[in-house]
């Protein structure tokens, strides 16, 4: 009752329900109180994201009940698609997430961004600070020699630690890392026999956090909330294209 009016709502509800690395619950409460009880005092846009499997959550009944009490309350024109990240924000890791643009706006208002270039989109190495703890080549199950002499704009997976899960994957520091979960861990590879974890200062910069943004100290902590949080150039990227109703 206490929240202002506003033109742009953004939500990025919890996808730990609906993701395949999660409860698959399809918990809907917190999606179903925004729309119905915040939605309504949204003059212009609504912006959802959540993970690239929500449209086939429940056989599709969860996206269409969400798509559903957007144009109950109102928004007329609703677009919605899974992005990949790395072509859209230049970050170097391979994410896809679903979007949901609402506007009231009864014609046709917006369109999703283009890809970057190749020119402005980063690799691993381009986020490096100082060197971390090395692991010895022993503790490690090389997937063949990389044969990487430049950059490469893809998932570039040389090996694993133990097991071939997405937290114990090894990555070319000449190519995109894996998703960031919330206790997740990139290790990039350094050279010929060695690989290392990325810092959580380097875990923010993959992110898209710019450097004076404060962190917890603790690696697990930190680790947790970047995994948690949305990119902010996924957010900026979507919405440069969006113009207000009437402008």
Request: glycine share 8%.
């Amino acid at each position: 009752a206490d929240l202002p009016a506003h033109e742009l709502l953004c939500c990025g509800f919890p996808c730990a329900s609906f993701s395949r690395a999660g409860s698959m619950g399809c918990d809907m409460r917190l999606i179903r109180h925004v729309l119905s009880k915040l939605a309504p005092r949204t003059s212009q846009c609504v912006l959802l994201e959540n993970t690239l499997n929500f449209p086939t959550v429940d056989g599709g009944r969860a996206m269409a009940e969400v798509l559903d009490l957007l144009r109950s309350q109102g928004f007329a024109h609703v677009q919605h698609r899974v992005v990949s990240l790395a072509p859209l924000t230049g970050l170097p890791q391979v994410r896809k997430r679903w979007i949901c643009v609402a506007q009231r706006c009864a014609e046709p208002a917006y369109r999703f961004p283009d890809p970057l270039p190749k020119s402005q989109r980063l690799v691993l190495c381009d986020i490096l600070l100082a060197q971390g703890k090395y692991l010895e080549c022993c503790k490690i199950h090389r997937g063949g020699k990389p044969f990487v002499t430049d950059r490469v704009h893809r998932l570039w997976q040389v090996g694993c630690r133990g097991a071939n899960k997405q937290n114990l994957r090894i990555y070319h520091r000449l190519g995109l890392g894996g998703t960031l979960t919330s206790r997740g861990a990139i290790y990039v590879w350094q050279d010929d026999s060695q690989v290392r974890l990325l810092t959580p200062r380097e875990l923010a910069r993959c992110m898209g956090y710019p450097d004076t943004f404060e962190i917890p100290s603790g690696r697990v902590v930190a680790t947790k909330l970047l995994g948690r949080s949305i990119p902010p150039p996924l957010v900026e990227a979507i919405m440069r294209k969006w113009e207000p109703c009437g402008s």
